[in-house]
């Protein structure tokens, strides 16, 4: 069973940084799938940060947080983390990783096949 927990969120004044934290349990050879980061600003819909590829050998990221995050992994922890850089208050939205690209565009969440909870950053 296949289980991923995102931590490492909080509240942070503007120009801020966190580290998020997905952890992956129940399927080690995941990291050697993909694995994204997402979040769901207030009324908005679920958006595509970054996404480590096969084996963590390379990344795309959004335009919108590119130079900003960085999406990187600890294969030996089974951890993937998203370091969070100059956080704005437009930033604000619960985070949440997924893992297994099933194909497609990549910053579509339907495209994945496991979920985390997600993880809430406020920005203010």
């Known amino acids: 069973h296949v289980q991923l927990v995102e931590s490492g969120g909080g509240s942070v004044q503007a120009g801020g940084s966190l580290r998020l934290s997905c952890e992956i349990s129940g399927y080690t050879t995941t990291l050697r799938r993909s694995v994204g980061w997402f979040r769901q600003r207030p009324g908005k819909d679920r958006e595509g940060l970054a996404v480590?590829?096969?084996?963590?050998?390379?990344?795309t990221y959004a335009d919108s947080v590119k130079g900003r995050f960085i999406i990187t992994c600890d294969k030996a922890k089974d951890l993937v983390y998203l370091q969070m850089n100059g956080l704005q208050p437009e930033d604000t939205a619960m985070y949440s990783c997924a893992a297994v690209f099933l194909g497609g565009s990549w910053y579509d969440g339907r495209r994945y096949k496991y979920w985390g909870q997600g993880t809430q950053v406020t920005v203010s």
């Open positions: 480590l590829w096969i084996g963590g050998a390379t990344t």
